[in-house]
């Protein structure tokens, strides 16, 4: 396989839709043969992806035909959605013709005697047509020639994920015929279009004479599972599926119809089909191919742009400084014998830096914790060890300061016990409390 492959399997396909390319590889959409209008996607001409495309093409002005690069993670790719415009234009335009120009073989009874047993089956479809029947039927294909306009012929989407038949696929091309829905007006009318009995009855045979049970949204559609490109793989195979209906009536009237080349549609790329997974491979990846994010990837998306909006839109505010804490009181005077506790404390003095510090939470010592059951404690250990008795505690009610100093042994080698000085604490105005000579 060769990189003309490729682009022959493009042109062919295009060229079904009514869509050729100049020497150049730039794309048009043929009208007639007198009138062609360039074919492009959000105002870039679309070219086929040749080499000399690739290497010389301006890519803010064009943009590269290569469908088969789609993303099978993401949605329609542009070239997809294009495509599928396309496509649904070239179904209009030829079954449009079709109910024209088989309307007057029918009112034309000098051409009835030319009739096959088989073309003769299309009189069936009539009674009577006239010259009015002609000027109706115009003015309904008329009606759905208007680009924009919501009175269609043909409809096609692409479903993501769906059945058809019972049958799941990951990707459904649904093909659809909203003509058909004007059938069952009780006044008669077709796109706004007013019908006498006969005329309304005629169209409806006619309608499904080209195309049989074009009422089912089932008939012409198609599921695909490909694990290259399933968005171009049902597109294209509902198209098929469509184009060889009308081209069994293209080819059945042929010698009746005014231009039947015109209205035939190619199919011989179809073989193709059974090699999309090299025809990928074998050119890039370009932009407008590979699809449109999906809902998951797009919501991450919007919620990653609304975060980083909302973070360039929001001020930097500073971090205050720590609070300093309030003044803390000092401890109350504890009771017990240790060194050290039941004085009166100083303020807490404050750094000129650094904050407050908190006062630690004061533990009980070891030897003031109660004696577990059967055990000696602390105090009558050493009361035993020196001779003396273990030292009541104070009485609670009372403060330090107003307790009389209790007689205490003195340790082994005083005579007597250690005296305290009793000088006033600065700004307090009250003497240094006694403290207990015991362990």
Same mark, same amino acid.
């Given at each position: 396989?060769?990189?003309?492959?490729?682009?022959?399997?493009?042109? *062919?396909?295009?060229?079904?839709?009514?869509?050729e390319?100049?020497?150049?590889?730039?794309?048009?959409?043929?009208?007639?043969?007198?009138?062609?209008?360039?074919?492009?996607?959000?105002?870039?001409?679309?070219?086929?992806?040749?080499?000399?495309?690739?290497?010389?093409?301006d890519?803010?002005?064009?943009?590269?035909f290569?469908?088969?690069?789609?993303?099978?993670?993401?949605?329609?790719?542009?070239?997809?959605?294009?495509?599928?415009?396309?496509?649904?234009?070239?179904?209009?335009?030829?079954?449009?013709?079709?109910?024209?120009?088989?309307?007057?073989?029918?009112a034309?009874?000098?051409?009835?005697?030319?009739?096959?047993?088989?073309?003769?089956?299309?009189?069936?479809?009539?009674?009577?047509?006239?010259?009015?029947?002609?000027?109706?039927?115009?003015?309904?294909?008329?009606?759905?020639?208007?680009?924009?306009?919501?009175?269609?012929?043909?409809?096609?989407?692409?479903?993501?994920?769906?059945?058809?038949?019972?049958?799941?696929?990951?990707?459904?091309?649904?093909?659809?015929?909203?003509?058909?829905?004007?059938?069952?007006? =009780?006044?008669?009318?077709?796109?706004?279009?007013k019908?006498?009995?006969k005329?309304?009855?005629?169209?409806?045979?006619?309608?499904?004479?080209?195309?049989?049970?074009? *009422?089912?949204?089932?008939?012409?559609?198609?599921?695909?599972?490909?694990?290259?490109?399933? %968005?171009?793989?049902?597109?294209?195979?509902?198209?098929?599926?469509?184009?060889?209906?009308?081209?069994?009536?293209?080819?059945?009237?042929?010698?009746?119809?005014?231009?039947?080349?015109?209205?035939?549609?190619?199919?011989?790329?179809?073989?193709?089909?059974?090699?999309?997974?090299?025809?990928?491979?074998?050119?890039?990846?370009l932009?407008?191919n590979?699809? =449109?994010?999906?809902?998951?990837?797009?919501?991450?998306?919007?919620?990653?742009?609304?975060?980083?909006?909302?973070?360039?839109?929001?001020?930097?505010?500073?971090?205050?400084?720590? !609070?300093?804490?309030?003044?803390?009181?000092?401890?109350?005077? !504890?009771?017990?014998?240790?060194?050290?506790?039941?004085?009166?404390?100083?303020?807490?003095?404050h750094?000129?830096?650094?904050?407050?510090?908190?006062?630690?939470?004061? @533990?009980?010592?070891?030897?003031?914790e109660?004696?577990?059951?059967?055990?000696?404690?602390?105090?009558?250990?050493?009361?035993?060890k020196?001779?003396?008795?273990?030292?009541?505690?104070?009485?609670?009610?009372?403060? %330090?300061? @107003?307790?009389?100093?209790?007689?205490?042994?003195?340790?082994? *080698?005083?005579? @007597?016990?250690?005296?305290?000085?009793? !000088?006033?604490?600065?700004?307090?105005? @009250?003497?240094?409390?006694?403290?207990?000579?015991?362990?």
């Amino acid at each position: 396989m060769k990189v003309k492959d490729v682009i022959d399997f493009y042109e *062919g396909l295009l060229g079904s839709m009514g869509v050729e390319a100049d020497e150049n590889g730039l794309l048009s959409n043929v009208l007639n043969s007198d009138t062609k209008l360039p074919f492009t996607v959000e105002g870039k001409r679309l070219a086929l992806p040749t080499r000399e495309v690739l290497r010389n093409a301006d890519w803010d002005n064009y943009m590269a035909f290569h469908p088969l690069s789609e993303n099978v993670y993401r949605g329609e790719s542009k070239i997809i959605k294009a495509l599928r415009a396309a496509t649904v234009f070239r179904i209009t335009s030829v079954i449009s013709v079709l109910l024209i120009e088989l309307t007057e073989l029918a009112a034309n009874q000098n051409k009835h005697k030319k009739l096959t047993p088989r073309q003769s089956e299309l009189l069936s479809c009539f009674d009577k047509p006239d010259k009015r029947t002609l000027v109706d039927f115009a003015k309904i294909t008329d009606a759905i020639s208007f680009p924009g306009t919501e009175r269609r012929l043909c409809s096609l989407y692409i479903k993501r994920g769906g059945k058809l038949s019972g049958e799941g696929y990951s990707r459904v091309a649904i093909m659809s015929f909203p003509i058909t829905d004007e059938f069952d007006n =009780d006044d008669r009318s077709i796109f706004g279009v007013k019908l006498r009995v006969k005329d309304f009855n005629s169209f409806v045979k006619l309608f499904n004479y080209i195309l049989p049970y074009a *009422g089912s949204n089932e008939e012409y559609s198609y599921g695909s599972n490909s694990k290259e490109a399933p %968005y171009f793989d049902s597109l294209v195979r509902s198209f098929l599926k469509v184009a060889v209906a009308v081209n069994d009536k293209t080819e059945l009237f042929y010698d009746f119809l005014d231009a039947p080349d015109s209205i035939t549609i190619d199919t011989s790329w179809e073989d193709g089909l059974e090699n999309i997974s090299i025809f990928r491979d074998l050119i890039p990846a370009l932009s407008g191919n590979s699809g =449109d994010p999906g809902v998951e990837e797009q919501e991450s998306a919007n919620e990653n742009t609304a975060a980083e909006s909302t973070r360039r839109l929001t001020p930097e505010v500073p971090t205050p400084p720590p !609070q300093q804490q309030p003044y803390q009181q000092p401890y109350p005077p !504890q009771q017990g014998g240790q060194p050290g506790y039941g004085m009166v404390q100083q303020p807490m003095q404050h750094p000129q830096q650094g904050g407050y510090h908190q006062p630690q939470q004061q @533990q009980t010592p070891p030897w003031e914790e109660e004696a577990a059951e059967g055990s000696v404690s602390f105090s009558e250990m050493m009361a035993k060890k020196f001779g003396s008795q273990p030292t009541p505690p104070p009485p609670p009610q009372q403060p %330090y300061y @107003q307790q009389p100093m209790p007689n205490v042994a003195p340790y082994p *080698g005083y005579q @007597q016990p250690m005296q305290y000085p009793q !000088q006033p604490m600065q700004g307090y105005g @009250q003497p240094y409390p006694p403290r207990y000579q015991g362990i």
